[in-house]
Every structure is written in structure tokens, then in C-alpha cells.
């Protein structure tokens, strides 16, 4: 995948392009930075070997991407095919973006880039994700690229005191 610029909202650029190894430890900083407002995905802290997730992405034909603005990674998303024979069609998404870069454009531009690579794929035919019901931004996010919701978990986490539904949405490419 070759870098792609992107023109944000306010008028700065983005650049797309594909993570690397020596991006592994901007990525767990931003996995560490989203955790720690405790509203956005599961886990609390970030894994410490990204190095070895990149690697081990790229080697099952998958895709793992980061985003710059001024030469600073604020985000990365990745699709990840399914491990399986009886998944292998199928690839999970996931995103997120630094809190002082979001509703800027970026993920707009990231799920631009990752739908582009997924409609190239032959075998790549649906794509999964599942997200907070409370995290309304993204949900409409993911609607704006096809993507409907399969199915809800009905108080499946426990934030800030109060239960959260876990929803799944999907897009199909064929």
C-alpha cells in the first residue's frame, strides 16, 4: 500500500500509510492513551509487543495502517483476516485515533484507505467490528461506509458504573 494524503476538515493533511515495525511503539501509545479514558475499547492497557503484531498482520494478509498528521502518528486501524479456514473470509476491524485528532477527518481517512485495500482483496468478502453502543461518533463513522448492525449484547461491559451493549455491525463487499 503506498502513503496516501489525505485533506482534513480543517484544512491540514493526514497521511495513510502502511505501519511498520519501528511504528510499534507509537501504536502502543496510542492503545495506552485511548485505555486510559476507559469509554472507547475493552482493554485497559496496551500489549507490549506491536512489533510482533505488525509482523504476525502482515504475514496473514492482512492490513495494519497509521496515521500522521505533522509527521506524528495519532492513529492506526487495521483489518485482520480470520484465522481459520472457516473465517479466513471474513476480517475484523478495528480504530482509533488520539482524543485531541478526532471528529478532524482522520478516521474518516483511515476507514477511506482500509475499504479501498478490502474491496482489492479477492476472498475478503464480509468485514466485522464491534464497538460500545454509547460510542455514538464511531457507530455513525462505520454507517457512513455501509456497515449495519448484525446484532447487540445487551449490558455486555461495565463502564463508569454503568452497563454498556456491545454492538456488532458488519459490511458485506460481495
Not at 487495521?78 to 482522520?106: A, P, T
Request: aromatic letters at 8%; charged letters at 30%; a positive charge.
Amino acid at each position: 500500500m503506498r502513503p496516501t494524503k489525505y485533506s482534513l476538515e480543517n484544512g491540514q493533511s493526514v497521511v495513510i500509510r502502511e505501519a511498520a515495525t519501528h511504528d510499534a511503539t507509537d501504536i502502543e501509545r496510542i492503545v495506552n492513551s485511548v485505555a486510559s479514558e476507559k469509554i472507547f475499547i475493552v482493554p485497559d492497557k496496551s500489549r507490549k509487543d506491536w512489533d510482533k503484531a505488525i509482523e504476525d498482520i502482515k504475514r496473514r494478509k492482512s492490513l495494519i495502517i497509521v496515521a500522521l498528521a505533522n509527521e506524528r502518528i495519532v492513529g492506526m486501524a487495521h483489518l485482520v483476516k480470520g484465522r481459520f479456514v472457516k473465517n479466513e473470509h471474513v476480517s475484523e476491524l478495528g480504530i482509533l485515533v488520539l482524543k485531541d485528532f478526532r471528529r478532524k477527518g482522520i478516521g474518516t481517512s483511515m476507514m477511506k484507505c482500509l475499504m479501498d485495500w478490502a474491496e482489492k482483496q479477492s476472498g475478503l468478502n464480509k468485514i466485522s467490528l464491534t464497538v460500545f453502543a454509547t460510542n455514538k461518533p464511531a457507530i455513525e463513522l462505520y454507517k457512513k461506509f455501509g456497515f449495519s448492525v448484525e446484532g447487540v449484547c445487551k449490558k455486555h461491559y461495565r463502564i463508569k458504573g454503568s452497563f454498556v451493549d456491545d454492538v456488532t455491525m458488519a459490511k458485506f463487499l460481495r
